[in-house]
């Protein structure tokens, strides 16, 4: 069975955007950047809801021509290009860059992928990722917290229809005040 991970940046009052759909807050430094590139590196299938994909592919399949590309970032945009993905909307019409598109039941779908062999999968976006932990699926939480309020936009968390136990795992201070806490679903 694969692991499914949730993780994002997240602001200290626990939106992943600002009202706007604003991330400007969450620029990461050099080392931050490495360890979401390093935690890529080991991700088998990444599976994104439509805006999180509209802005990863906007940008990351060329990211590794954009001018002053650092070394960890055309690594991290030839590794996006490479992963195999899948993005989960019924409003897009097709996708590009080694993806597939689902416009059915996502639960059904991420039960059926994480049944399956390969390496972990990653589920990102809001939306899809309350889903994800609603039915239970979700295995680990990266927890990227910058120390900024934004008072309101996208949460991080979604409603659940009951608790979820958390063991913690790791913690990790970076640059600028960023902490990152990770935690397994306690089963």
């Known amino acids: 069975m694969r692991k499914l991970i949730f993780g994002m940046n997240v602001t200290l009052d ?11 807050w969450s620029e990461p430094s050099d080392e931050l950047f490495r360890w979401w590139l390093d935690q890529e590196l080991g991700i088998g299938l990444m599976l ?15 990211g590794d021509r954009q001018p002053g590309a650092t070394p960890a970032q055309i690594e991290f945009a030839r590794n996006w290009r490479d992963t195999p993905k899948v993005v989960f909307s019924s409003t897009i019409g097709e996708v590009g860059w080694n993806t597939r598109l689902v416009t059915g039941d996502a639960v059904a779908e991420i039960t059926r992928l994480k049944a399956g062999d390969g390496g972990p999968m990653r ?7 309350g889903a994800a932990m609603r039915a239970g699926l979700v295995d680990e939480y990266e927890i990227v917290t910058h ?17 979820v ?10 640059p600028g005040g960023v902490v990152l806490t990770r935690y397994e679903t306690r089963r």
Not at 48 to 62: D, V
Not at 165 to 174: I, K
């Open 48 to 62: 994104y809801g439509r805006k999180l994909w509209e802005a990863m592919s906007s940008y990351w399949p060329t």
């Open 14 to 24: 626990g939106y992943i955007a600002a009202t706007g759909d604003d991330i400007g």
């Open 165 to 174: 136990n958390l063991n913690l795992v790791e913690t990790r201070t970076f």
């Open 123 to 129: 589920v990102a976006g809001a939306t899809l990722a």
């Open 147 to 163: 120390p900024v309020l934004v008072g309101g936009g996208t949460p991080f968390f979604t409603a659940l229809d009951r608790s």
